[in-house]
Nanobody, 120 residues
Framework: QVQLVESGGGLVQPGGSLRLSCSAS????????AGWFRQAPGNERKLVAA???????EYADSVKGRFIISRDNSNNMMYLFMNDLKPEDTAVYYC??????????????WGKGTQVTVSS
């Protein structure tokens, strides 16, 4: 059973930065694709950033140029660097992973989420 645990969320002012981390209990990140989703109250969960097994990356249009996804396969870690945060980035952020080479909307493995709140 793969366990994913997010950390690094919190309260930040607009324009600020945060780094989210996702720790995996297995080497899932070195096998397949992984990514970050987010869900704001009243909204559906949406993909924010993804990294394929071949290390190609994709981002939601709303975060391009501000967020960076990366992973450290040797330590079973994945990160989301978030810069120039905006109030509309407020959401619960979820780590997700799958053995498939590319991430779809329904990855097999999910973390429990970490809250990010952007407010002055």
């Amino acid at each position: 059973q793969v366990q994913l645990v997010e950390s690094g969320g919190g309260l930040v002012q607009p324009g600020g930065s945060l780094r989210l981390s996702c720790s995996a209990s297995t080497s899932i990140f070195s096998i397949g694709a992984a990514g970050w989703f987010r869900q704001a109250p009243g909204n559906e969960r949406k993909l924010v950033a993804a990294i394929s097994s071949g290390s190609s990356v994709e981002y939601a249009d709303s975060v391009k140029g501000r967020f960076i996804i990366s992973r450290d396969n040797s330590n079973n870690m994945m990160y989301l660097f978030m810069n120039d945060l905006k109030p509309e980035d407020t959401a619960v952020y979820y780590c997700a992973a799958d053995t498939a080479p590319f991430l779809n909307d329904h990855p097999r493995h999910w973390g429990k989420g970490t809250q990010v709140t952007v407010s002055s």
